[in-house]
């Protein structure tokens, strides 16, 4: 009866579940078993990890017998998770034949994951033998790198190899040792041809790029990674990050390359045109399904579901943060689009900042600052401004509410010195204020606004007071005596 308590309930879990639980006296003996793994390391009692969970599951169950996906519970199998250094919650590891290969770097939704663990299985490079096999893989939703040697003795090739090893969780890389599978291509000697995804195919720029550059690791992620993209890339939820450390400007809309290219591709050759002739202007172009993207443009830029109907409506984000939206309708012709890019590069464009309403009274201790306030209040050149960051919910922010206060009163006296506050939840935050917590608190000094000092000290007034004495460029009034402070 007791071997019946335990081993049904466990055989249950099992077959409800592709993860597979694993713990300390069977994770060396079951993981030499997978070629591929990824394990999540985590803590029941953890929020994020409980977030993750049903994408984990999901890409558990489309990846079975690809790749296994595991999970230990570090609570209960603190020697295993001690032994790969894991320090928090959830951490996920790839594992290859039971040895741990390489931190997850990988995105943490179900196809992200899904498509990052793809990725990972077989070699680092697929080992193309005919034209066939070549066609075969590019032929692929995404693009792809293709090595072009003379022989398997080339010590370009090697080179070529260790860089797939690499980069593999991004790209997608094949070589051939026959030179004669690049004479299609008008190349006669080793090369790497990057094909662009035929669903992308378009008339304003080459579909092949080849790279005959001296082949090193670092020669060719430079050049993958200026023309794995091309001159419009379908921005998704797991490239936004690496597309976004430039100005880019992004047209949403009903896109699906899997079931209707045609379609898809209507919208993206008109941003095209326009792109072709606002090349070399410091500017990225980018499509993406505006229903991947419906609460980041909500939240980002005021944008609604219904906004712009059939038609794309377009955002501009600069790799500093600044945010804008072109309001006038999308026409065919591209018109309206090449009207909003003049009026950006010419600075007429007002940005788009998230703001609560300016507060029509504002006279307590504590001044209310707000997004659209925040230049005249925190930005004011003659006043040493301390700003608070916070978030309505948050349970220290209330806790240091009184004392914060307290503050506020004992320097309302004092005409150089602001206390400030802002929801940081409704508001955007400015340039030059890194806010991922809260409270998150500032001392924005006069003259010298540009470089705002973090407060990093205790939550008694006693320490405000101390850390004002020390950057504020004047000498503080306070209402009364707290010199004993």
């Known amino acids: 009866m007791r071997e019946l308590h335990t081993s049904p309930l466990t055989a249950v879990n099992q077959s409800e579940s592709n993860v597979l639980e694993l713990g300390d006296a069977d994770f060396d003996y079951l993981a030499t078993e997978h070629e591929t793994m990824l394990v999540k390391f985590y803590a029941p009692w953890c929020g994020h990890c409980k977030k993750l969970s049903p994408d984990f599951e999901k ?27 894991v320090s928090g919650y959830p951490t996920l590891k790839i594992f290859r034949n039971g040895r741990d290969s390489a931190p997850y770097d990988g995105p943490r939704t179900a196809d992200g994951i899904y498509h990052y663990m793809k990725k990972q299985t077989g070699p680092d490079s697929v080992h193309l033998k005919t034209e066939e096999d070549l066609q075969t893989f590019i032929n692929h939703y995404d693009a792809s790198i293709v090595g072009v040697f003379s022989g398997a003795d080339s010590s370009h090739l090697s080179e070529f190899l260790r860089a797939a090893g690499l980069l593999r969780e991004q790209f997608r890389f094949a070589h051939t040792v026959d030179l004669k599978l690049g004479e299609k291509y008008r190349v006669s000697s080793e090369c790497v041809l990057l094909f662009r995804p ?28 200026d023309h794995i993209y091309g001159l419009c890339p379908h921005m998704t939820v797991e490239n936004r990050d690496r597309l976004r450390v430039r100005d880019l400007l992004t047209a949403y809309y009903d896109l699906d390359y899997h079931h209707n290219i045609p379609q898809s591709n209507y919208w993206r050759n008109r941003v095209m045109k326009v792109a072709s002739k606002y090349s070399g202007r410091g500017l990225t172009f980018s499509i993406a399904n505006k229903k991947d993207f419906l609460s980041e443009l909500e939240e980002d830029f005021g944008l609604g579901t219904s906004d712009g109907g059939e038609l794309p409506f377009v955002t501009l984000r600069t790799k500093l943060g600044q945010k804008y939206t072109m309001r006038e309708e999308f026409t065919r012709d591209g018109q309206s689009l090449e009207r909003f890019l003049d009026d950006y590069l010419a600075g007429r464009l007002k940005r788009y900042i998230k703001s609560e309403p300016v507060p029509e009274r504002n006279s307590a201790a504590v001044q209310m600052v707000v997004a659209e306030s925040f230049d005249d209040i925190v930005n004011d050149p003659d006043k040493d401004v301390l700003i608070q960051f916070y978030s309505p919910s948050c349970a220290h922010c209330k806790k240091l509410e009184p004392v914060y206060r307290e503050l506020a009163d004992t320097l309302y006296s004092d005409p150089n010195i602001v206390v400030a506050k802002m929801n940081a939840v409704d508001n955007d935050i400015p340039l030059g204020y890194d806010v991922h917590g809260f409270p998150t608190i500032y001392f924005a000094p006069a003259g010298r606004k540009d470089e705002p000092i973090r407060y990093e000290g205790g939550r008694e007034l006693r320490d405000f007071l101390k850390f004002l004495k020390r950057e504020a460029g004047r000498s503080l009034a306070l209402s009364e005596s707290k010199d004993e402070l």
Request: charged content about 25%.
């Open 59 to 85: 890409a558990a169950s489309r990846l079975k017998g690809t790749v296994q996906l595991a999970k230990v519970d570090c609570t209960a199998h603190s020697e295993t998770c001690s032994r790969f250094g």
């Open 198 to 225: 035929p669903r992308l195919n378009n008339k304003f720029e080459d579909s092949v790029v080849v790279f005959t550059d001296y082949l090193t690791i670092g020669s060719l992620r430079r050049f993958i990674r």
